[in-house]
């Protein structure tokens, strides 16, 4: 939707054609590499069949109550992280620009995870890896430095790959909500299902498949007393769905008036637990079948994340039957889940921008893409891109992430009192309703276990440092960016809001947005404020109503012009 002139109550805000197409951006946001390389390690190293309980406890009581709660901010208060939380107290506004800061280091490296599945895409036609996949990584495909440092020593066969992700990813926002973001993902997950699908079905038909599938699903529930697998579980969980770092947010503050906010939430959440129930199955057929090749056990060939794809997979796409084709498939879900993730973090960056700056969708994808796109190929395809991705992914997900996710949760929940009115917004158009249990889970469980994945991280990294990396190294791009972010936050939040920005637009269908959470007691100073600005708001378009009746949509709000 093209954005009009500036002033109060001119503009309305973009949406999704429906709850459909909503619908596959959330997946496309939720369904990314952790899903297909992450669970499965993750449900095999933690008492394997039995992880699924805690696995499917934690969906219920953490990941969808979660993802409620980004739905009702995003959608009840019609912005961007920054602008949602500003409308939400003025006091929050910080807490949208942690989390649009977090994607933005997010978005920079993640693109070269991209533009390597994409280069194994055809390297699984020539299985260009030999018989080392391990020593082709670091060697012939990254040049890896010995050195850990910053070098723009660059590498060619990621430089071009890297810069066609983000030409992509930038075209593909500069159409906007429904043009791009809506139609790119339904193509991208049908198209992604069904590769992975066929990839799972040929990976049970290899050769000790069965034994891969036995390992990972036979319950050690001894293991079920053991603090740690429920900790995995809900770590999971929360890392999986997107949730608390602006995404789902930003996604449901396109959604029209009326839509389904619950009903939708539960699709997506179960939508995107049974893909990594199904990328469990297919990886771990796939372990076997190498395990039994080289006559080991499945523990000695399980790995996660970097290790399992562009090491353990090469290495069975060397041997399987038909392996070319398997490689295919599963290189291109890594880039097709991976890309449409990658779409929904760069969102909340370009949302958060326009929003503030009021600026128009193909200008403020530009004015973020371009730098963010120079940002990304300097740093990391190059050989010591590697490094820098390791410790940055660490630590703006561990200190990052959970930090943040943990403070709203406590604002909102403690120092606002919001989630009643959240909760009310959520039941007005919302086919299954939340009361009591969900804001316990919200404001109970979730800070807890939170909390304790937080507290723990930070005994493990202050003991045991990370890796092998040199103490400096880990301090300005672990530490110092973790830290960086919140600065950087606190200080862009103090920048005044202008007449051209989005703060003072109407809501979709041209009726104010929501008020302000307010205390009227602590905040009678805002109320005052805000009942001000509604006077003028009300002025404003009863001004504009008066001006151009023809222009207004039967029910009195603007007509849609997207």
């Given at each position: 939707?093209?954005?009009?002139?500036?002033?109060?109550?001119?503009?309305?805000?973009?949406?999704?054609?429906?709850?459909?197409?909503?619908?596959?951006?959330?997946?496309?946001?939720?369904?990314?590499?952790?899903?297909?390389?992450?669970?499965?390690?993750?449900?095999?190293?933690?008492g394997g069949g039995a992880f699924i309980v805690p696995y499917l406890i934690a969906l219920v009581t953490a990941g969808i109550p979660l993802l409620f709660l980004d739905y009702a901010i995003g959608h009840k208060f019609r912005g961007s992280p920054p602008m949602a939380f500003r409308r939400l107290h003025k006091?929050?506004?910080?807490?949208?620009?942690?989390?649009?800061?977090?994607?933005?280091?997010?978005?920079?490296?993640?693109?070269?995870?991209?533009?390597?599945?994409?280069?194994?895409?055809?390297?699984?036609?020539?299985?260009?890896?030999?018989?080392?996949?391990?020593?082709?990584?670091?060697?012939?495909?990254?040049?890896?430095?010995?050195?850990?440092?910053?070098?723009?020593?660059?590498?060619?066969?990621?430089?071009?790959?890297?810069?066609?992700?983000?030409?992509?990813a930038i075209a593909i926002l500069a159409f906007g909500v429904q043009k791009g973001i809506a139609r790119s993902a339904m193509v991208f997950i049908p198209l992604l299902f069904v590769m992975f699908i066929i990839l799972v079905v040929q990976s049970l038909f290899l050769p000790g498949a069965l034994t891969g599938l036995e390992a990972l699903f036979t319950p050690d529930w001894s293991r079920m007393a053991d603090s740690g697998i429920w900790i995995a579980a809900y770590g999971q969980i929360f890392f999986s769905l997107s949730v608390a770092f602006g995404i789902m947010l930003t996604y449901s503050s396109y959604?029209?008036?009326?839509?389904?906010?619950?009903?939708?939430g539960f699709v997506v959440g179960f939508t995107n637990s049974g893909f990594e129930i199904l990328a469990g199955i297919g990886v771990f057929a796939a372990l076997g079948f190498i395990a039994v090749q080289n006559g080991q056990a499945v523990d000695d060939v399980a790995a996660s994340g970097i290790g399992l794809a562009f090491i353990g997979f090469p290495a069975i796409i060397s041997q399987a039957p038909a392996g070319a084709l398997l490689g295919v498939l599963f290189f291109a879900s890594l880039v097709f889940a991976g890309f449409t993730s990658m779409v929904s973090i760069l969102e909340v960056v370009i949302s958060s921008v326009k929003d503030k700056l009021g600026l128009s969708r193909v200008g403020a994808t530009l004015g973020v893409g371009i730098p963010m796109a120079i940002i990304s190929i300097l740093l990391f395809p190059t050989t010591t891109g590697l490094n820098l991705l390791?410790?940055?992914?660490?630590?703006?997900?561990?200190?990052?992430?959970?930090?943040?996710?943990?403070v709203v949760v406590i604002f909102l929940t403690a120092g606002f009192t919001a989630l009643p009115k959240l909760r009310d917004h959520l039941n007005k158009t919302s086919s299954v309703k939340m009361g009591r249990t969900w804001m316990m889970f919200v404001g109970g469980i979730t800070p807890i276990i939170l909390g304790y994945i937080l507290i723990d991280s930070l005994q493990t990294r202050i003991a045991e440092g990370y890796g092998d990396m040199p103490t400096w190294f880990v301090g300005v791009f672990g530490w110092g960016m973790a830290i960086a972010l919140v600065v950087i936050a606190y200080l862009l939040s103090k920048l005044p809001w202008s007449s051209k920005s989005a703060?003072?637009?109407?809501?979709?269908?041209?009726?104010?947005?929501?008020?302000?959470?307010?205390?009227?007691?602590?905040?009678?100073?805002?109320?005052?404020?805000?009942?001000?600005?509604?006077?003028?708001?009300?002025?404003?378009?009863?001004?504009?109503?008066?001006?151009?009746?023809?222009?207004?949509?039967?029910?009195?709000?603007?007509?849609?012009?997207?």
């Open positions: 939707m093209k954005a009009k002139s500036s002033g109060l109550g001119l503009r309305t805000r973009e949406t999704f054609s429906g709850r459909n197409a909503f619908i596959f951006a959330a997946i496309g946001s939720a369904v990314g590499l952790g899903n297909i390389w992450r669970f499965p390690y993750v449900a095999y190293e933690n006091k929050a506004e910080m807490f949208g620009w942690w989390q649009v800061l977090i994607c933005f280091v997010i978005a920079v490296y993640y693109a070269v995870i991209i533009a390597w599945a994409a280069c194994y895409t055809w390297f699984s036609v020539t299985k260009a890896w030999g018989d080392d996949p391990a020593g082709f990584l670091m060697g012939e495909f990254l040049q890896v430095s010995d050195e850990v440092n910053v070098q723009f020593s660059f590498v060619p066969g990621v430089l071009i790959p890297l810069i066609l992700v983000w030409v992509a959604l029209k008036k009326k839509t389904d906010l619950t009903g939708s390791d410790v940055t992914d660490a630590f703006v997900n561990s200190f990052g992430i959970v930090a943040v996710a943990l703060l003072h637009d109407p809501d979709i269908d041209g009726e104010p947005v929501s008020p302000p959470i307010l205390d009227p007691e602590i905040d009678a100073a805002e109320i005052a404020r805000h009942d001000t600005e509604t006077g003028e708001f009300a002025a404003a378009n009863a001004h504009e109503e008066a001006e151009t009746p023809a222009k207004r949509s039967p029910r009195g709000g603007r007509k849609d012009k997207s």
